[in-house]
């Protein structure tokens, strides 16, 4: 059965750095644009980041730009989200997922992805 794994979740301090990485399980990320959502206690998931199938294009939510970057490495099957100047906001549950085709924005809805991950807890305290 395909699935997408996520790893890389942690707790740390204010102002640290964390990078996660998805890895896709019965398939390959050729020809998929790939996304990562989060989902906070209390709140709605929302799109945080996705990039195009072969780089051309990401996109980002405004709470992040500029400190978050997404990239895939396709020889290595696996997309990543380097997140840096992390905030207690950025605490959430954090998915990666993936679509066939370049038809995305960060707005995306969830459900239209092909396939999601079972998340990866990222907590930012003090």
């Known amino acids: 059965q395909s699935r997408l794994v996520e790893s890389g979740g942690g707790t740390v301090q204010p102002g640290e750095s964390l990078r996660l990485s998805c890895a896709p399980s019965?398939?390959?990320?050729?020809?998929?644009?790939l996304a990562w959502f989060r989902q906070a206690p209390g709140k709605e998931r929302e799109g945080v980041s996705c990039i195009f199938s072969d780089s051309s294009k990401s996109d980002y939510a405004d709470s992040v730009k500029g400190r978050f970057t997404i990239s895939r490495d396709d020889a290595k099957n696996r997309v990543y989200l380097q997140m840096n100047s992390l905030k207690p906001e950025d605490t959430a549950v954090y998915y990666c997922?993936?679509?066939?085709?370049?038809?995305?924005?960060?707005?995306?809805?969830?459900?239209?992805?092909?396939?999601r991950g079972q998340g990866t807890q990222v907590t930012v305290s003090s």
């Open positions: 997922a993936a679509i066939l085709g370049d038809i995305i924005t960060v707005r995306t809805a969830w459900e239209e992805y092909d396939f």
């Open positions: 019965g398939f390959t990320f050729q020809y998929y644009a």
